[in-house]
């Protein structure tokens, strides 16, 4: 990836020259929680004229420690400065007022307000009580033009799309007069087109003398934007970087403590018989509008079929409706020879189909059940677990004492609950459940969303090797570099239809992109 | 009598009446719209009215004002308002329990306190209620004016109130500060906006409102502080609160079909049929019901309704 012009030159201010003053400062900061240590005595500065990027594992403290900044978590100790002033009693008010603003994963946004309403929430225009929301207007427009936007101030924020909303997010910073602006992993949710842009707005940003905290999972992306990087481990600050003189690689050992082992990507043979055979598939979606329609795709043996899209352009129903999580309006589905009953699971189940959920913690777990009940909960009738109809406790601790040894899933036991464990071992427990079976079809949706990239890798190797024994996979993804990295035929979706198709060695990214926004041709 | 069904006497006596039984309900609904547009759902309403109107009587029979006593009313409203911020707001506990709670302690010590005042007499003592107040001209409009024009000033003061409490609403930065806060706490929070101190403002005010809509009852539709003196208005302005889809106006209008069917029910019960006046009396509530479950599908309720807001919680 290159490095852009202005973010080399904006690399040498901060590193290099001690006479360049910061626009905020942590430092010694401390923050526990319960029984966790989420950031150990971090320093950590923000330079005028930078983007720094924030790298490190799930749960190295990343969040934690740009909530502190913003004054939405209270540190424990260590000291916060603005411009050499201290904040005395941090809070997100104080920090908005400090020119500090962070705009969170889960965008803080109120869907039924318009646009404006939500921009000029808590600094509302207007004479004494009254809102003047004219005033608030005039201001909003000056805003979008200076950063080439144009939303339209009155739509209510719950239509838009996800890019839209987080150019509200933006502009609602903008707009308070941000000095400082955090993203937390802002990309994760973007097509390429929005990201392109995003990237163009926080350089016109930065290079007006602002900040720009940036926190992201994905290698090119931090060293496409970034001037420089800090890596955080276990809650500490292990490395700080300018970007012109660090590599992914040196990045990826950072932020795990050691050397990742990238899988290869195929030893077996190429594709074999069709396996999945989904033809003239229709569904709605929650709100009874269609969602899938008319959507044909076969998927082979050892063939992982790649489906980029957008969110919410029927991934997620398509994904249901083949599992049976969801009634179809019309269609069929068949693993080999049989065809499944639709809307029922245990038919796919026992048609040989895994899957690994969109949402881990909604419909993937049971957060309140232990590690070995979770991995047990699709075949927990089988009779494999069963002793005189009852469960065989013995037998179910053994079985995941086993698959905890087999997928490094860090627990101490099996008798854990689900809900203490990580993001990325969450993931590895729902990947223990559904690989153990020897499945012969996979549905996998974002199986790697917000996980860093050591679990990434993790779980795309087993992708792999599920793949080489003879699975058909069908991976769902919006991210366009795991789908490029990990299929070996990618099919795109685009309102509820499929749009393009491709095999992944002769795929184009800005045709997938053109494809994901609804161009055809 | 049966003349009087068809005749005017008997429309303007209907619309006084359901004007009357409608405005305790306005009071409580406004009360309980402020709080539920703030994310908390206030369950202490029906204790807190039963306080009000207690609080209203005592207060106007020692003091001999009955002014002193529906400010007495709404200052007991914004203790319990406060006592449910506490519970639900700092403490984070689940609304539905806190507010229940409110509403038993209420109900006990609604008793409590009039018997500590007045023991338990065989008749029970009165106060000279409101009297009405006649707004010229306007009272002279035939059929609707002496229903409309000729009520308590409480009721002149409930009608002002619903577009007071919209204007708020929708109008002023507190409002939208609030309506936020109810949304998603989480994005007003991070907008600098304090959401404990809106919520808390909010129950104590609507508190305020519903302790009024309480001593409405003892003070100016009757005269005695009976222990069912409130029976279920709390309930109903609950209902009304989604009726309205959290709209105050909407509310309103909820709130005065809700009298009418009242006002309706008792002349039917004077009609002297022979059928039990339970059935009569039963007739708004079905009402209610029917309307609620019309209405109720497409009902909107604020997004952070329910759920308590701490900063430090995961899933922000
Ligand atoms: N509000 C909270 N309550 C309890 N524990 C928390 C909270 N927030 C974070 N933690 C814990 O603090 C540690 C750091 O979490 P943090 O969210 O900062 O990580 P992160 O680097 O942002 O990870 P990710 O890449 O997954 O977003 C984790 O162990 C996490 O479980
Ligand atoms: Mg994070």
Redesign the interface.
Known sequence: MPVSEAAAAAAAGPIGSASCRPLIEMSRISKR?LDVVATRDVDFAVFPGEICALLGENGAGKTTLMNVL?G???ADSGEIRVQGEPIATP???EA??RGIQ?I?Q????????SVL??V?????T?AG???DLDEGLARLAALQSRFGMNLDPAARVWTLSVGEQQKVEIL?ALYRGARVLIMDEPTAVLVPSEIVELFKTLRTFASQGNGVVFISHKLNEVMEISSRIVVLRNGQVVASRATARTTPRELASLMVGGEVVERARRSGGGPGDPVLEISGLEASNDKGVPAVKRVDLTVRQREIVGIAGVSGNGQRELAEVVFGLRTPSGGSVTVGATRLVSGDPSSSIAAGMARIPEDRIATGLLMSLSIADNLILENHGSGEFLSFCLMDHDRIRRHGERLIHEYHIKATGPAVVAGSLSGGNLQKVILARSLSSRPRVIVAAQPTRGLDVGAAQYIHGRLFEERDRGAAIVLISEDLDEILAVSDRIVVMYEGRIVGEVPADRAARDQLGLWMSGVVG | MSDDLVGLAFVTGLLAAAVRMATPVVFAMLGEVLAERAGVLNLGIEGTMLMGAMTGFVVAIKTGSLWLGVLAAAAVGMLLGLLMAVLAVHLGLSQHVSGLGITLLSTGLAMFIYRLCFGSPTVPPTVVPFGQVAIPVLAKIPLVGPALFDQYALVYLSWALIPAVSVLLY???????L??VG??P?????????VPLVRTVSLVCGGALMGVGGAFLTLAHQNMFLMDVVGGRGWIAVAMVIFGNWDPVKGALGAGLFGLLDGLQLRLQALGLAVPFHVFLIIPYVVTVLAMMSVSRKA?AP?GLLKPYR??DR??
């Open positions: 929680f913003f939405f978590y209270t809070s997100p008010k908005i007022r962070m969170h889960h965008f803080a946004l109120v869907p039924p307000m309403e939500n000029i929430l808590g600094h509302e207007g009580p009254f809102l609602k | 109008r002023t930065k507190i409002g939208l500060r309506r936020a949304e998603n989480f994005a007003a929070d991070t907008a600098g906006v304090n909107m997004a900063r430090e899933g922000g």
